[in-house]
């Protein structure tokens, strides 16, 4: 399958082991099946950048699917993304919410060649503190994953995966403002549709006393 990746630079032949841990499922090689989303991040760079085309053959891996809008599936996502993206400080002021989270929804992706799930963006990333801290309900968090274009990522997390990926061709991008008018425009609708919540929708904690009342 066609999938595509912004860099500063020509990568020909991704490397296992290489990247930043703190993405939103670890330590992986995160594609886009959107050319126009990769359009987005290469141009943001100052010097401009690179829009590269893979083909990924999925055939034969592990894969880890994020994707739906079933509840427990966006909660795995939560849990997986609050793991690895939130700070040392947003881990301490939720510990309790992220631990019951960890426990309730675990996510092992060592046991995965490949995962596929929603992209958070810097702004995403704010909606799932939101809604973590109970300033955000579920029903509204799934709608604010539909902002934007939020799309979905497909990340190779295994040597195995790494080993079915080619180099198709690479396109340069110049800088260009789009990226920071695209933030702008995502917070002005994240605003709305935060402003539409009610306290008769499903908030987080909501959910942990539906489970634990469930054990008890």
């Given at each position: 399958?066609?999938l595509?990746?912004?860099?500063?630079?020509?990568?020909?032949?991704?490397?296992?082991?290489?990247?930043?841990?703190?993405?939103?499922y670890?330590?992986?090689?995160?594609?886009?099946?959107?050319?126009?989303?990769?359009?987005?991040?290469?141009?943001?760079?100052?010097s401009?950048?690179?829009?590269?085309?893979?083909?990924v053959?999925?055939?034969?891996?592990?894969?880890?699917?994020?994707?739906?809008?079933?509840?427990?599936?966006?909660?795995?996502?939560?849990?997986?993304?609050?793991?690895?993206?939130?700070?040392?400080?947003?881990?301490?002021?939720?510990?309790?919410?992220?631990?019951?989270?960890?426990?309730?929804?675990?996510?092992?992706v060592?046991?995965?060649?490949?995962?596929i799930?929603?992209?958070?963006?810097?702004?995403?990333?704010?909606?799932?503190?939101?809604?973590?801290?109970?300033?955000?309900?579920?029903?509204?968090?799934?709608?604010?994953?539909?902002?934007?274009?939020?799309?979905?990522?497909?990340?190779?997390?295994?040597?195995?995966?790494?080993?079915?990926?080619r180099?198709?061709?690479?396109e340069?991008?110049?800088?260009?403002?789009?990226?920071?008018?695209?933030?702008?425009?995502?917070?002005?609708?994240?605003?709305?549709?935060?402003?539409?919540?009610?306290?008769?929708?499903?908030?987080?904690r909501?959910?942990?006393?539906?489970?634990?009342?469930?054990?008890?």
């Open positions: 399958m066609k595509f990746y912004a860099a500063d630079k020509i990568i020909e032949t991704p490397v296992f082991g290489k990247g930043n841990p703190t993405n939103d670890g330590l992986g090689f995160y594609l886009t099946p959107d050319k126009k989303i990769a359009r987005l991040w290469a141009a943001k760079n100052s401009g950048g690179f829009v590269i085309e893979y083909d053959n999925l055939t034969g891996l592990s894969v880890l699917r994020l994707d739906t809008k079933e509840d427990e599936d966006v909660l795995r996502w939560i849990s997986l993304l609050a793991k690895h993206r939130f700070s040392r400080r947003d881990r301490e002021d939720h510990k309790d919410t992220l631990e019951w989270l960890e426990k309730r929804f675990p996510v092992d060592s046991a995965y060649d490949a995962v799930g929603y992209r958070a963006d810097d702004a995403y990333f704010a909606y799932s503190l939101d809604f973590v801290s109970n300033a955000l309900s579920l029903e509204k968090l799934k709608e604010a994953m539909l902002l934007g274009r939020l799309g979905l990522q497909y990340v190779l997390i295994s040597p195995k995966a790494f080993g079915q990926i180099f198709v061709r690479s340069e991008v110049p800088y260009s403002n789009e990226y920071e008018a695209f933030h702008g425009q995502m917070a002005g609708e994240y605003h709305k549709v935060r402003s539409e919540d009610s306290y008769r929708n499903t908030f987080l909501d959910i942990m006393r539906k489970y634990d009342d469930q054990v008890r």
